[in-house]
């Protein structure tokens, strides 16, 4: 959902109007303009006079029911039926008030009134299920007929209208006739509000979901061809300003990319059933975003870590790509994104080598240029330390440069992170040159975020040997900064084993599957320390790193490499 970046709506959250505007300050002009309009506009909203002009009656019937066969989570879905809401890592049982109980954090009441769950109780099956979905749809209508800021912020709405339409024939379609009237009177209402509030300053991936809403009203509801045609434009709009030449998401985030994909595969999937052409530009984006996702791919099928993404179960993915209908292997690199995939043998590395996103598309970035994580066959070794959802205080030591698998200095972040959650001061400058010569692949990398603090350039080196039995690196500080300290992190999956050797001059790190790697080092003093590992539905895990540290000096230099070692059992 939104994060603080893209929330055109509470202008009380940064102090007033004078914190509306400094937040803003890095924006484009015209998306301010175009959250200033939104933000004036919702004293209107709130009125009784509003509220009367958005009824449009509740008559006629369902016209399609667009198809929605992606997979719920039935063990949550049980838990609803019983009264255990878990969303973004945060389970409150009997939540009181329903729609706002005591210490639900942002992250779960957006996900609350987006009401996506409808699929964990549709996975859950059966007449209990079917009639906790009507009951929390009922109470939903109940309790917000009047406007209020989050319940009918504009991307709440656009994925509540898609998440009841999608599940139609779950829910709807089984109630009786009051209970389907009510539902399409208020399904009414939030497409009217819908059309009225969009483009409302959304940018990024929450704009789909706002477009996305739209057009499902448009083709489902009576009167919603006018819907339908700003729904469509509205897509064009975003896809043109949002999909880079290379295919990627303007957000530089796996999890991102693969959220939008979904959604532009349910647009097509739904022009299709109502017998309607899809637009050029949707399937061009479509057979564009398809090999990115597959560059951010593990040999486990789930994505690399990086920019808010958590370990997604590869099926999943896999799932997206046989629906996206492209067949279409992953990219090597993709320039204007800033990602490059090095791939030999069993071995791949996935490397973060571009600019954090521009203003407006950086509520999810991390300081964690240069990453690289790494995985041999369906095992990964070398990490970043992932995504928690649900909690703030988490969030934001997972999106420090010390949670990412490069060189940090002095413990200090190479991109600002602000506190309303965008990116401030960070590198202007990232270098990459690839060379592939006889299977082996070199990597000569750059950045320059440590350069207005410290007077110093990251310059990163990397070497993956023809076959994936060797990777090399170098790190070298470029510049004069004696006075600081650097540390090279390789945070390891929580399932590889690690352990000092030769005198601390190598680790030993051992996968599951029984095979082994050696890490060694040279400029730096190594040492193994804890680490964490957010995974999937923000659980943590104990993990460990090897820190390789010392003192800046000038032009310092860190030589590393990882060699496999005998292996022991499959890999």
Not at 7 to 26: A, E, V
Not at 116 to 138: I, K, M, P, Q, S
Not at 254 to 280: E, F, K, Q
Request: glycine share 12%; aromatic share 8%; with cysteine.
């Amino acid at each position: 959902m939104a994060d603080l970046a893209h929330d055109p709506i509470d202008m009380g959250m940064h102090g007033g109007m004078g914190g509306w505007f400094r937040s803003r300050r890095r924006l484009p002009v015209s998306l301010v303009l175009e959250r200033l309009g939104y933000a004036l506009k919702t004293p209107l909203y709130a009125s009784p006079l509003y509220r009367l002009a958005r009824r449009r009656g509740s008559a006629g019937a369902v016209a399609l029911a667009p198809p929605d066969p992606w997979p719920g989570n039935a063990t949550r879905g049980f838990a609803m039926v019983h009264g255990d809401f878990a969303f973004a890592g945060q389970v409150i049982s009997n939540p009181a008030p329903l729609w706002s109980p005591t210490g639900a954090g942002r992250w779960w009441l957006e996900e609350m009134h987006g009401f996506e769950w409808l699929r964990d109780l549709r996975a859950a099956g059966g007449d209990a299920a079917r009639r906790r979905a009507r009951e929390l749809v009922a109470d939903w209508i109940d309790r917000h007929e009047r406007w209020t800021a989050l319940a009918w912020r504009p991307d709440l709405v656009g994925t509540r209208l898609a998440a009841w339409l999608g599940g139609h024939d779950f829910f709807w379609a089984s109630g009786d006739a009051q209970f389907q009237s009510r539902v399409m009177a208020s399904a009414l209402q939030q497409a009217h509000h819908l059309a009225r509030a969009l483009p409302g300053g959304l940018t990024g991936s929450v704009s789909f979901r706002a477009a996305k809403g739209l057009v499902y009203a448009g083709l489902a509801l009576p009167g919603g061809e006018p819907w339908l045609e700003r729904g469509i434009d509205l897509f064009g709009r975003e896809l043109r300003r949002q999909i880079l030449p290379d295919g990627g998401h303007a957000e530089r985030s796996p999890a991102t990319h693969l959220a939008i994909l979904r959604d532009l595969v349910d647009l097509r999937a739904a022009l299709a059933a109502a017998g309607r052409p899809a637009p050029s530009d949707l399937q061009v984006a479509i057979d564009a975003m398809v090999p990115v996702l597959r560059l951010y791919q593990h040999g486990d099928g789930g994505l690399a870590l990086f920019n808010d993404t958590a370990p997604e179960e590869g099926w999943l993915v896999e799932l997206a790509l046989s629906r996206s209908g492209a067949r279409i292997k992953p990219l090597m690199q993709a320039p204007q994104t800033g990602f490059q995939r090095l791939a030999a043998g069993r071995t791949l590395v996935l490397v973060d080598c571009g600019r954090p996103p521009r203003p407006g598309f950086d509520g999810h970035a991390h300081a964690g240029t240069l990453s690289f994580e790494m995985s041999v066959g369906r095992e990964r070794l070398i990490v970043n330390c992932g995504a928690h959802p649900g909690d703030e205080g988490w969030r934001q030591v997972q999106r420090t440069t010390a949670a990412h698998s490069t060189l940090v200095i002095d413990d200090t972040n190479s991109s600002e992170i602000l506190a309303d959650g965008s990116i401030g001061r960070g590198p202007r400058v990232v270098l990459c040159r690839r060379q592939e010569v006889e299977g082996s692949l070199w990597l000569e990398l750059s950045h320059d975020g440590y350069k207005h603090r410290y007077g110093l350039v990251h310059h990163r080196r990397l070497y993956l040997a023809a076959g994936g039995e060797e990777l090399r690196g170098e790190d070298r500080l470029e510049g004069r900064g004696s006075a600081h300290s650097f540390a090279i992190r390789f945070h390891l999956h929580p399932q590889v084993q690690a352990s000092l050797a030769q005198g601390n001059a190598a680790a030993l790190l051992r996968l599951p599957g029984g095979s082994g790697w050696r890490l060694r080092c040279s400029g730096g003093e190594m040492a193994v320390e804890e680490s964490i590992y957010l995974g999937r539905a923000g659980e943590m895990r104990r993990s460990q790193q090897i820190v390789v540290s010392g003192a800046v000096a000038d032009d310092a230099v860190v030589k590393w490499g990882l060699r496999r070692e005998g292996r022991r059992g499959p890999a």
